[in-house]
């Protein structure tokens, strides 16, 4: 097993901020620093999340396919892996941010999500401005605007997440022990801003040709160099992570005219109804992983890992050597997760 220090590895990928729960962004250049000797062409970033990685990976030029299961995800893979030229221009962001009057503007979340996660007057905003990027015809154009918009509603929520009803922890007037209020009430505008321009800087072309995917992981052939993994995590104490639970109101803007449909609407906060998956079910995720490693077993397997999870990283060991692979592991300094009472050390498995 072999120790890196975070704070010796030169920062090689630029790429926009992010609060997206299990960002590997922090561990970027580390896991870079770890497989860069491999030697590979194509790369497949399977649960593609932020896109940091598979950014990381255009950067060093190889031919990138990014995939995520959730579509607002793969959006932002197209942003920013797929697009290779397209940015938002002062033009884009002026027909963005105002009203027009041959647009007729639904007001879907401002009647939907009243004191839930929002105000009434950036519930609003956001009816407006979801309406105007639909109206935008270069799918990535749009998909950068799509962007910047996921991020100034993360920025904006208490825990970056949209898992309870908790407007009332950013109004009110308490002293708080977490969190940015400053944050939280600077207005959608002046975040959606600053987004657009650090997605704008990130877009770049590696004169190769990248895409973007919103596929399960299952329905993908083997036909890459080289596979980096990283799937919803789940504890030693069997707690998934479940992003459609966590992020069900970005992937309700990316479905705008369906959003009304997919509502559970027993729960309080209005999420998404949750379709389950082996994933986020500790009886299952060991099944998911074996059968995961051997659909690519002709591939180089990079896997992101903590060191507390199910399964076990021996029990991963054994499916990598079962399918004929030689196995080293990559620990970095210890860190703490956001949300997590203990600390727990980020692993990265790579299977040859």
């Not at 009434?120 to 015809?137: G, K, S």
Request: with cysteine; hydrophobic share 35%; net charge negative.
């Amino acid at each position: 097993m072999f120790l890196f220090d975070l704070e010796e590895i030169e920062v090689v990928a630029k790429f926009p901020t992010t609060r997206y729960q299990g960002s590997k962004q922090k561990y970027a250049d580390w896991i870079w620093h770890c497989i860069q000797h491999i030697p590979f062409e194509t790369a497949l970033d399977a649960f593609g999340g932020t896109g940091c990685i598979a950014h990381l990976l255009k950067q060093e030029g190889k031919t990138v396919t990014y995939n995520d299961i959730l579509k607002f995800n793969s959006i932002i893979g197209k942003a920013l892996i797929e697009n290779d030229k397209e940015i938002i221009t002062p033009e884009d962001l002026s027909f963005i941010l105002r009203k027009h009057t041959e647009i007729l503007y639904p007001n879907f979340i401002e009647e939907t999500f009243p004191d839930i996660y929002f105000t009434d007057e950036e519930n609003r905003w956001l009816d407006v401005v979801i309406t105007n990027i639909r109206h935008i015809q270069n799918e990535y154009k749009q998909a950068i605007a799509y962007f910047a918009l996921f991020q100034s509603c993360i920025i904006k929520r208490p825990y970056n997440l949209f898992h309870r009803k908790n407007l009332y922890v950013r109004m009110q007037d308490v002293e708080r022990s977490f969190g940015n209020k400053t944050t939280w009430d600077t207005p959608f505008v002046t975040h959606y801003k600053n987004f657009i321009e650090e997605a704008n800087n990130a877009v770049f072309s590696n004169e190769k040709t990248n895409i973007s995917l919103n596929y399960n992981i299952f329905d993908l052939s083997n036909s890459y160099d080289l596979v980096y993994i990283d799937t919803p995590y789940i504890s030693d104490k069997g707690v998934g992570v479940d992003y459609l639970d966590f992020y069900h109101f970005l992937e309700g803007i990316v479905n705008y005219d369906k959003w009304n449909g997919l509502i559970d609407e027993k729960s309080k906060h209005k999420r998404l109804k949750l379709n389950g998956s082996d994933w986020t079910n500790s009886q299952k995720i060991e099944q998911s992983f074996e059968r995961l490693i051997h659909q690519f077993r002709d591939s180089i397997l990079v896997i992101s890992y903590r060191s507390d999870g199910i399964p076990s990283i021996e029990k991963i060991v054994d499916f990598l050597e079962a399918s004929n692979k030689s196995v080293t592991i990559y620990e970095s300094r210890v860190m703490k997760y956001v949300l997590s009472t203990k600390k727990s050390t980020e692993i990265l498995i790579t299977g040859r």
